[in-house]
């Protein structure tokens, strides 16, 4: 039996501190080789970080090549298979919007799906949290937001107006209090959300449960699994209207992981592993993600309405 903890930590989706129980392993992060524990929330099947940085210390897990990674522009052959992939993966969210509806992206990353939705007649809008000189699609519209600010309106806006939607792609999962903000999304009576996580119950974090690519401690605060997705949103005051699962590369993002660790605890054997060329962002996982798309259930997607 796992015992529970000593010291009192809240889930940060049902509030409850009495029922939070370890996980093994504790997970390293790839780059700078610290340790981060991790705890469950028994009800909720919520995991997440017992003590990660603050909020104030969090940015320089950023300023490394973790961060870059996350807005680098991708080969053009990773491009049209995102490109490709995003039309199957938005069906049921694009089948909720109206004609030609406004959608703003936080945690927009590349610019990716902002272009993809532009080009398809929406006024879509990119947020991110780094500043504006980084931004590299200068075609497209982009704000840094600061979800630590209590004023969120100036980022929630598109062409001046409300957006009926918003998407969080690979978001939830980075933020220290994900219900706050969800909440808050909640009471600007933004209509539509379409979220995007990684799901703690793929196969890949129970093959790899220390060297899985999305774990990503301590950038990834939280792992949601489907249960803990539906509990977050009910949370918020959204009904799910789909929830889903899709594929993307496990092995050859989660080999660039794992190469990262063994450097950061100086094995001799791993320095002359070239670690980009298994980077999530090359044509090799690429390829994987391809393939990977019906058959895994890497991530967890859904689409969420308001509720009054």
């Known amino acids: ?52 940085p603050s909020v104030g210390e969090i940015s ?13 522009t991708p080969h053009p052959i990773v491009a049209f298979l995102q490109r490709t992939l995003f039309s199957i993966e938005l069906r049921h969210f694009m089948g909720h919007l109206g004609s030609q509806a406004a959608v703003l992206d936080i945690g927009a990353g590349d610019g990716a799906m902002v272009r993809y939705l532009r080009d398809r007649g929406y006024h879509a809008e990119a947020r991110d949290f780094y500043p504006e000189t980084q931004w590299r699609s200068t075609n497209i519209p982009y704000k840094m937001i600061d979800f630590v600010d ?7 806006t598109v062409d001046g107006q409300r957006p009926q939607a918003v998407v969080m792609r690979h978001v939830l999962e980075h933020l220290h209090d994900p219900l706050r903000v969800l909440e808050r999304l909640h009471a600007e009576h933004i209509s539509l959300l379409y979220l995007v996580v990684p799901n703690l119950d793929a196969l890949g974090a129970r093959m790899f449960p220390q060297s899985w690519f999305y774990w990503d401690p301590p950038r990834h605060i939280s ?52 670690q980009q060329l298994f980077s ?17 259930r890497t991530v967890c997607s859904a689409v969420l309405r308001r509720e009054p």
């Not at 897990?61 to 807005?71: C, D, P, Q, T």
């Not at 209207?241 to 660039?256: P, R």
């Not at 999530?280 to 895994?296: D, N, V």
């Open 60 to 72: 320089k897990y950023y300023s490394n090549e973790a961060g870059g990674l996350m807005h680098q």
């Open 280 to 296: 999530p962002k090359g044509i090799l996982a690429a390829l994987s993600s391809g393939i990977s798309f019906l058959p895994l």
């Open 150 to 156: 209590p004023n969120p309106k100036p980022f929630l």
């Open 223 to 274: 792992h949601f699994s489907r249960e803990s997705l539906q509990k977050i949103a009910h949370a918020a005051g959204y009904k799910i209207l789909k929830i889903n699962y899709y594929g993307i590369d496990e092995l050859v993002s989660t080999l660039y992981r794992f190469v990262g660790i063994a450097k950061t605890q100086n094995k001799t054997w791993i320095q002359k592993i070239p």
């Open 1 to 52: 039996m796992i015992p529970k903890l000593n010291q009192s930590q809240q889930c940060s989706i049902c509030g409850l501190d009495s029922l939070l129980t370890p996980v093994a392993p504790s997970l390293v992060d790839h780059i700078s080789g610290e340790i981060f524990e991790r705890v469950r929330c028994e009800p909720c099947n919520f995991v997440f970080l017992r003590s990660p």
